[in-house]
């Protein structure tokens, strides 16, 4: 089963680290991915740059709408994701728990699946 672990960090709070603390949050990140590329679990892992250099599309009556970032209605930004495929919910949820955003962050976990049931 796929599951996403989106990584959802409070609005700002990149802005409060030094680039030193950036750089060790990141390198923890990519080494919590390897470890999980080592099990066999991986299927993607992404970091996303900040909202404020987003911007947020929809198509209403054949015209697109473009808001661009930040998005001052939002808490909260996406700062990540890993797409893993385990064998169960409670795996899903250990994998959240170990990931090191856990600290500074929350994790959404998801199992994938289709948008109508």
């Given at each position: 089963?796929?599951y996403l672990?989106?990584?959802?960090e409070?609005?700002?709070?990149r802005g409060?680290?030094?680039?030193e603390?950036?750089?060790?949050f990141?390198?923890?990140?990519?080494?919590?991915?390897?470890?999980?590329?080592?099990?066999?679990?991986?299927?993607?892992?992404?970091a996303?740059r900040?909202?404020?250099?987003?911007f947020?599309?929809?198509?209403?009556?054949?015209?697109?709408?473009?808001?661009?970032?930040?998005f001052?209605?939002?808490?909260e930004?996406?700062?990540g994701f890993f797409?893993?495929?385990?064998?169960?919910?409670?795996?899903?949820?250990?994998?959240?728990?170990?990931?090191?955003a856990a600290?500074w962050?929350?994790i959404e976990v998801?199992?994938?699946?289709?948008?109508?049931e």
């Amino acid at each position: 089963m796929s599951y996403l672990l989106t990584i959802l960090e409070p609005r700002g709070q990149r802005g409060e680290r030094t680039l030193e603390q950036g750089q060790q949050f990141y390198q923890r990140m990519v080494d919590f991915g390897a470890g999980l590329q080592q099990r066999g679990v991986l299927i993607a892992a992404e970091a996303l740059r900040s909202e404020s250099e987003g911007f947020r599309l929809a198509v209403r009556d054949g015209e697109r709408r473009i808001v661009d970032g930040p998005f001052t209605e939002a808490r909260e930004m996406i700062g990540g994701f890993f797409l893993v495929d385990v064998a169960s919910r409670d795996e899903a949820l250990a994998i959240a728990a170990a990931c090191p955003a856990a600290e500074w962050a929350t994790i959404e976990v998801r199992q994938t699946g289709t948008c109508y049931e």
